[in-house]
């Protein structure tokens, strides 16, 4: 054991003094819900990303929802779905009645196979939900593409990638819609929280109604032509929101810096792959996640660390590899996805992490995978 502090994987800061005034503007305000915070966080957001609008929601999850109701997904209807993420990407799919078909990973990184994708299309495909892994955007062009060649609808699950950029555009701006979490383990937190990106005016007034029970305004009065859901942010998490907008390009140049100096002297460990960005591409880091080699076992390595008091988790999940996804990977297996299901690896990325720190993750981490080595190598013997 040790007796250093403990270093979880991140942990928000909002400073006190950043919401204080909003805060108690709100509260003498009496408008606690769809006031003026949350219409300047949408404004903030959507400028931020590039796009014409965006629709604040309670969270990634029911954003998704949204934007498969508004491209009018149905029972009956194939959704193309990343497998490598977490399982809310395919839940939404299953909720609106239709089917989750689990597309794998590249072999080298997390992203997307587009090849994958296309052997997988059916005539019964409508759409694709294309997930940014921990800030790695898709490649959306390519999938805008097929999207377009077979009238499907793209999904940007960008969950993870505020301030990500590929192909020349932000995170959020790809596709026909970007659906982005602000839960406390992403780049800016409301506590919970999500947020709906497009260009599509129709979309954005559709998914407006919807999220607040589907209720129109007209000149006679509320009516309900479509029934909606309640997925309002309120007031006091869109102040949350805002106040971290306003220094976002702060937070991601720290994160980018930190994840780089990982990179570095990550970069000849033995038994660690760190995945690479693309070219064109800009990653926005959510968290810093490596991949283990096969034979090192990725349970000894965290339970390493936390002896160490250094937190590390998976990366994130293999749906295919949990019960109520089982029955969606069709006759393609998908082992790119099951290996980084089983070996890929979080590493702490603490808001201004201190070079001492990242060294004592490192440190730790070489320490981790001898003795994981060794635990290999015993086990092989006996
Ligand atoms: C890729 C991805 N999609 C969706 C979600 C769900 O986000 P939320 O918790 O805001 O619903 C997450 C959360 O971790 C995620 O990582």
């Known amino acids: 054991m040790t007796d250093q502090p403990r270093l979880p994987l991140t942990k928000p800061t909002i400073p006190f003094g950043d919401v204080e005034a909003d805060i108690r503007t709100i509260l003498e305000s009496g408008q606690l819900t769809s006031g003026r915070f949350v219409s300047d966080f949408e404004a903030s957001v959507a400028s931020f990303v590039g796009v014409d609008h965006a629709v604040a929601v309670t969270s990634a999850t029911t954003a998704l929802h949204l934007a498969l109701v508004c491209a009018g997904v149905k029972p009956g209807d194939d959704v193309l779905v990343s497998d490598f993420t977490f399982p809310a990407t395919a839940n939404v799919v299953l909720q609106q009645g239709a089917t989750p078909v689990l597309v794998d990973s590249l ?29 790695q955007p898709a490649d959306h062009r390519r999938l805008e593409n097929i999207a377009d060649a077979h009238n499907l609808t793209l999904i940007a699950d960008a969950a993870c990638s505020l301030g990500a950029i590929r192909d020349n555009r932000q995170a959020g701006a790809h596709g026909d819609v970007g659906c982005f979490s602000f839960h406390p383990r992403k780049t800016i937190t409301c506590g919970e929280g999500g947020m709906l990106t497009t260009n599509n005016e129709e979309l954005a007034d559709k998914a407006r109604t919807l999220r607040s029970h589907g209720a129109e305004r007209t000149p006679t009065g509320i009516v309900f032509n479509e029934a909606g859901y309640n997925y309002r942010l309120s007031e006091i998490q869109a102040a949350l929101g805002l106040s971290q907008m306003r220094r976002v390009d702060e937070i991601l140049d720290d994160r980018r810096q930190t994840a780089h100096t990982f990179e570095d002297l990550l970069a000849d460990t033995d038994g660690v792959t760190v995945p690479q960005a693309p070219a064109d591409t800009n990653w926005a880091y959510q968290s810093f996640v490596v991949v283990l080699d096969d034979y090192l076992s ?23 590899q949990h019960g109520a996804y089982t029955s969606f990977t069709g006759s393609r297996a998908l082992p790119n996805s099951a290996r980084f299901g089983n070996q890929a690896l979080t590493l702490p990325l603490l808001p201004s992490m201190t070079r001492a720190q990242i060294d004592r993750t490192v440190t730790a981490l070489h320490a981790a ?6 635990q290999a190598t015993q086990h092989k013997a006996a």
């Not at 997390?110 to 294309?130: K, M």
Request: charged share 20%; glycine share 6%; with cysteine.
């Open 107 to 135: 072999p080298d990184g997390f992203e997307l196979s587009v090849e994958d994708l296309e052997a997988r299309l059916t005539p019964a495909t409508t759409a694709i939900i294309a997930v940014d892994p921990f800030g």
């Open 298 to 320: 990725r349970a000894d390595v965290v339970a390493h660390m936390a002896a160490e008091n250094i937190e590390t988790t998976i990366g994130t999940y293999a749906c295919h």
């Open 369 to 374: 995978i001898d003795s994981a080595l060794q």
